[in-house]
């Protein structure tokens, strides 16, 4: 083989190892850079769990799940939060859509930074009514850069079917205590009058 030829092979296999090592070079800056950006990118996630308490009820979770901080969080809320509205902890706690995490946002949260609500117990009938109906919550934050993140969440009940426990003894407490409370603002106000049994000593001995 000619003297020229083989250059010419030699100069075709520089060629081919030149643009092998500019490929690599781009794809491990390329990769590189993706593994800086997932180190400052935040995530905020929202999510529904069993309440952690035990009182078999249920917790709205707020987390940032990314590596980064997220600032400027901003919550949006679709549904009907009404689905506690017979929850022993309602007038106690305000509904989802009102927590002041929800309505005023957050100026940062950290990585691994979490919030949780406890929402309280469901009866049956809300339970079934919740599952058919999903919260939707939309969430709007900022990554280290002043980069625009949105992210939307539908927080489903059907989930839970089959883990439903049975109504909480606190809610008949909550709800007998509540009616001797009104009870006695009646007595008070002087719109009821309190009865008084009297029986006779001998009613009370036996014969």
Not at 14 to 36: D, G, N, P
Not at 92 to 106: A, K, W
Not at 110 to 126: A, D, H, I, M, N
Not at 147 to 167: H, I, V
Request: glycine share 8%; with cysteine.
């Amino acid at each position: 083989m000619a003297i020229e030829t083989w250059m010419a092979v030699f100069s075709g296999v520089v060629a081919a190892s030149t643009v092998a090592y500019a490929i690599l070079t781009w794809k491990l800056f390329s990769e590189t850079q993706k593994m800086r950006e997932a180190q400052t990118e935040p995530r905020v996630s929202i999510r529904l769990e069993m309440d952690h308490t035990g009182l078999h009820g249920y917790e709205l979770v707020i987390r940032n799940e990314g590596e980064g901080v997220a600032r400027n969080v901003r919550f949006e809320f679709e549904g009907d939060s009404s689905y506690f509205r017979e929850s022993f902890i309602r007038g106690v706690l305000p509904t989802v859509d009102q927590l002041p995490i929800i309505t005023d946002g957050l100026p940062y949260l950290e990585p691994g930074q979490t919030f949780r609500f406890s929402l309280g117990t469901v009866s049956e009938k809300e339970f079934n009514r919740a599952a058919g109906d999903p919260w939707i919550f939309r969430v709007q934050y900022e990554n280290l850069f002043g980069e625009q993140r949105k992210d939307t969440y539908p927080l489903d009940f059907s989930q839970f079917r089959g883990m439903f426990f049975a109504p909480n003894r606190l809610v008949e407490i909550s709800q007998h205590l509540d009616s001797i409370r009104k009870d006695l603002n009646r007595v008070s106000e002087g719109d009821a009058k309190i009865q008084v049994v009297i029986q006779k000593e001998e009613h009370c001995q036996g014969e």
